[in-house]
């Protein structure tokens, strides 16, 4: 069945599939000085936003995505105080993490502040926390920001960014992963979003290489669903300073004093299991 | 973007989302007396076969499914020697039963035919294990045969179907699990491709409700990707007839004979886990 003029597609190349929502109205569209930001009301995933033609975010789904960052590696880390989001500009991600208590600060360093300007208008739910004195919301390059912090100085940086193509390609390198080691504090961990295992093993084995070779010693990968994004199977990997990554806070999950959607301790012991042909072609 | 003629979409109602991979070519179409069925050569997903429209399987991601609704349910069974698959006409399902050397007897009831005959001819790797001694092919109505099927003669019922629309709705109904509650042997499990839990909720809500009244007395359901289906991620539910389900012959599957692509273990451990809106949903 052919698609008419009322949907928006996304073409993903290397599986040669798209995946399309039916919109009723294109709301805003802008050309930043760093990309082309579209916004649109979809018939059943409710606000969308686009950028230079890939789906970030909609309001139906984002919760897989915002609580699967976050969560994961903050229970995994026994006493987070300092979080740095490199990316992140909805701020879905910042207010996952001002959920917790223990965390004193968290800043936010998106180099487009009109992703953020267009989720405060059009997402104001995920920008909730933007107004919590522990957050800082710092719009600047994200590699320059981690290249110039305090060394030990962060207990746990999130990498919440586009595909490692164009602006955001430094972000999935050597160098950058090396100053992220040093900006560290000891027990530090790092979590970037890593795509999808089931189409891009080969941008996973080469951020498994590139983490290895700067200085971590454990990495993981954790899965969760995502219908907007290709295959609608998404990935994050956490990598670890100087220990390796085993349990979590899991009495702390238990008691949390926040609701999550997606995440729970189930979810958390279960995220981690990779397939065989994962674990195949990261051993190799 | 708009997608041109070289593609084949599926829409989705229930989301108003659609998915589409690029097609090289046709290579048939055929009205059987059950509903039209239609074979592609896509880009980069394979072979894929469609019936009444919905995308059945990929020779890309079939993997996912095949693997996820034979395994986990076979290696949580003590004993399972005779196996009866209710659908699965593309023969996928047949082949990871019998790759288990326990198994007697593995019967596939398909009512269409016409459904096996072409995965004969265009997914022959599906239908390697269609001449093994212990397999028996049946073309036939799988709720009939059960209704005959001598009381406590199976140790696993496996319904393979398409959606609870149409000629497979009666496969999801409490006097269809009646019949099965009888027909399976003291320990025995049923298995049933069970939608996806992001969209589907009602239809899993109203699954549990008619299984809990059919006798069955412990229900899970596990979750894996999928790419070809709504939503990418799809579940399927084990109901047990008379006894907790808990754990599985995990030593089994550390020594297991044969290879797999996404089954192991871990996933098997994993799987099971269900998110926060899943279990409130289902408790409610």
């Known amino acids: 069945m052919a698609l008419d003029n009322n949907w928006f597609s996304e073409i993903c190349e290397e599986s040669a599939t798209a995946f399309s929502l039916q919109v009723s109205e294109k709301l805003h569209e802008e050309q930043t000085p760093y990309q082309k930001i579209e916004i649109y009301e979809t018939k059943k995933f409710g606000t969308l936003m686009v950028i230079d ?18 969560h994961p590696v ?27 208590d223990g965390v004193k600060k968290a800043s936010q360093v998106e180099i487009d502040e ?74 530090g961990l790092l979590v970037q979003q890593s795509e999808s295992p089931l189409i891009h093993m080969r941008i996973l084995k080469d951020m498994y290489k590139a983490m290895r070779g700067s200085g971590f010693i454990d990495i993981k990968t954790l899965g969760f669903p995502q219908p907007v994004y290709p295959t609608g199977w998404w990935s994050a990997t956490i990598a670890s300073k100087d220990k390796p990554i085993a349990g979590f806070r899991e009495q702390d999950v238990l008691k949390k004093k926040f609701e999550t959607q997606y995440y729970n301790a189930q979810i958390h012991r279960a995220c981690f299991a990779m397939p065989e042909f994962f674990q195949r072609q990261i051993r190799s």
Chains 1, 2 share one sequence.
């Open 53 to 70: 033609g890939f789906i970030m975010l909609s309001d139906r789904d984002n919760f897989l995505y915002h609580e699967m960052i976050a």
């Open 74 to 100: 903050i229970f995994t880390h026994a006493n987070p105080e300092q979080v740095l989001i490199i990316g992140g500009g909805d701020c879905g991600t910042l207010r996952e993490v001002l959920r917790h």
């Open 114 to 187: 009109r992703v953020t300007r267009l989720s405060e208008q059009y997402f104001p739910e995920l920008c909730s926390a933007n107004h919590d004195p522990r957050a800082e919301i710092v719009f600047s390059d994200g590699i320059k920001w981690v290249h110039d912090a305090e060394p030990q100085s962060l207990d746990i940086i999130i990498i919440d960014s586009t595909d490692p193509i164009g602006p955001a390609e430094g972000l999935f390198s050597a160098p950058f992963y090396k100053q992220c080691h040093r900006a560290l504090k000891p027990n």
